[in-house]
């Protein structure tokens, strides 16, 4: 009913790129169309009979949902805390389920070419999933599929920015979108952030000072910002700082990529000196705890959101999808049809499969309520270990509330050196091979600048650490010898 209200998506086809616009599809999958002409004996398409696929059937093994003793917590290590085996479901693909009735997509149909917005089956699913989690509130929405969401920002740029452009970003940022953005001539202006990630004023300030002389290219009008989990500062917005952020994004007509493969690794408040905490108890408070998505915001039709699978069922499926008005997703899965055609066969079949016939939506939430219990326990004995062994005189930190990063802050102005004119890198670039002779990897905040040459970042020191794969007691070790490091460089009492 209340859809009826819903207004319509902004175009943005006069913002598109040459390159998009001008994109014309493939000829022969348009010609896909007339396969469905009855008696149709098809010497068309060049599609290889599915006799000569040399795979009759595909099996394997997913957790049974919900999972079995949900309260045990897990010690990081998969050696150690290997599952029983009857909490597990088997899954089967035949070549010809579907000619047989027994299922809505098999190997002949996955493993022969498809349209560029993935497969009708599980496209569905992630409508109906998208539609579940956030409700987009304008009435053109649609999504077609990605190989991931690297891919997909590097797309979305070639339809919104060229050569000599700029695009707004968080000032310490996910380098990837940098360097895939740089040998397409497109510049990256940071917009400045505090502990709740992207600051709506500083957007508003860049967008409202800018100098097209001083630049050197016009306004921007792409903002592709992460905002929850952020990587690399783990830095997740609240729900007011998103309604802000819109707000600047309708003041100066901006299109907002929301780049989410955090989204459902939102965590409870971290209580300080505790390993497990309270979690969501039902499907319901599970939902109402995430913060909203831009996309759950966009009245406007000014969000493409990018989803994947890369950090919640695993990055080698390579599938995700977007959300976007309909119009921006037609120029995407032109552009799809004729580079990377589609995610694989085999994956969407997997995921198809696991999704929709084994887990349904419901299943799939159990999944995700799973992993944030982990990653939960794992943040907090990484933030343990910090309590427990860094000179807080030197590195500080604030406790993330999604994702598997953490930022940690250090002083380096409190190097022995700092008062003879030693440099925030020559500080950074010691301490990281101190780690490293230690035993310890962290990385380099200042790999994260995203604008690169400017005083932006040049003022305060980071390291990025994570807790997604180490074991417990891997993580506490590695903090320890970072605390031995710290000390060590700065001068201080170990
Ligand atoms: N190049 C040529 C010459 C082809 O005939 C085809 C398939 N018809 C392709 C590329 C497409 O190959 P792929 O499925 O590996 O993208
Ligand atoms: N975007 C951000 C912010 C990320 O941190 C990552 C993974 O490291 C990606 C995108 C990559 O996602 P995908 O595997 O879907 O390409």
């Not at 300080?272 to 108890?281: F, R």
């Not at 200042?446 to 040049?458: P, Y």
Request: glycine fraction near 8%.
């Amino acid at each position: 009913n209340h859809h009826i209200h819903k207004s319509k998506a902004k175009r943005w086809e006069p913002r598109m790129t040459e390159e998009a616009k001008s994109r014309g599809g493939s000829s022969l999958k348009n010609a896909a169309k007339f396969l469905k002409t009855p008696g149709l004996i098809s010497l068309g398409g060049g599609l290889p009979s599915a006799d000569y696929f040399p795979v009759e059937e595909m099996g394997f093994v997913v957790p049974r949902m919900p999972l079995q003793g949900t309260n045990k917590v897990s010690t990081g290590d998969s050696e150690v805390d290997g599952r029983p085996a009857n909490s597990t479901t088997q899954i089967t693909a035949g070549k010809h389920d579907m000619a047989a009735g027994t299922s809505a997509f098999d190997i002949a149909t996955a493993f022969q070419y498809g349209q560029g917005h993935g497969s009708a089956q599980l496209l569905r699913w992630l409508v109906e999933h998208t539609e579940l989690i956030h409700d987009p509130p304008y009435a053109d929405w649609s999504c077609t599929m990605t190989v991931g969401n690297t891919s997909a920002f590097e797309m979305l740029m070639r339809m919104f920015a060229q050569r000599g452009e700029w695009i707004l970003t968080e000032e310490y940022t996910f380098p990837a979108m940098v360097e895939s953005a740089a040998p397409m001539g497109i510049k990256v202006a940071a917009v400045k952030m505090d502990e709740g990630g992207l600051l709506a004023e500083s957007l508003d300030e860049v967008l409202s000072n800018w100098d097209e002389t001083v630049r050197g290219g016009p306004k921007p009008f792409v903002l592709y910002t992460v905002p929850t989990g952020q990587n690399p500062t783990g830095s997740t917005q609240t729900l007011e700082r998103r309604r802000a952020i819109y707000a600047i994004a309708q003041k100066h007509d901006i299109l907002i990529l929301e780049d989410e493969p955090y989204y459902f690794l939102q965590m409870q408040p971290y209580i300080a000196g505790e390993v497990t905490d309270s979690q969501p108890q039902s499907h319901q408070d599970f939902l109402t705890s995430l913060v909203p998505s831009y996309l759950s915001l966009d009245t406007e039709g000014r969000v493409v959101r990018l989803d994947s699978f890369s950090k919640v069922i695993a990055p080698g499926v390579r599938v995700g999808w977007i959300t976007a008005p309909e119009h921006i997703c037609e120029r995407y899965h032109v552009h799809s049809d004729l580079s990377t055609q589609s995610p694989s066969g085999v994956s969407q079949l997997m995921l198809f499969k696991l999704l929709e016939e084994t887990w349904g939506h419901e299943g799939y939430l159990d999944w995700l309520l799973h992993i944030r219990r982990e990653y939960t326990a794992r943040r907090n004995v990484l933030l343990l270990a910090c309590e427990e062994f860094l000179p807080k005189e030197v590195v500080t930190w604030t406790p993330p509330m999604a994702g598997m990063f953490m930022w940690l802050k250090v002083d380096w102005k409190a190097h022995p050196r700092f008062h003879d004119g030693v440099t925030l890198l020559e500080v950074e670039d010691e301490l990281f091979h101190r780690n490293m002779a230690a035993g310890t990897l962290l990385m380099k905040g200042s790999w994260f600048v995203g604008e690169k040459g400017k005083g932006s970042g040049a003022e305060e020191m980071f390291f990025r650490a994570t807790y997604a794969a180490a074991s417990f007691e891997g993580i506490r070790e590695a903090v320890k010898r970072f605390g031995v490091a710290v000390r060590e460089l700065f001068g201080l009492k170990q």
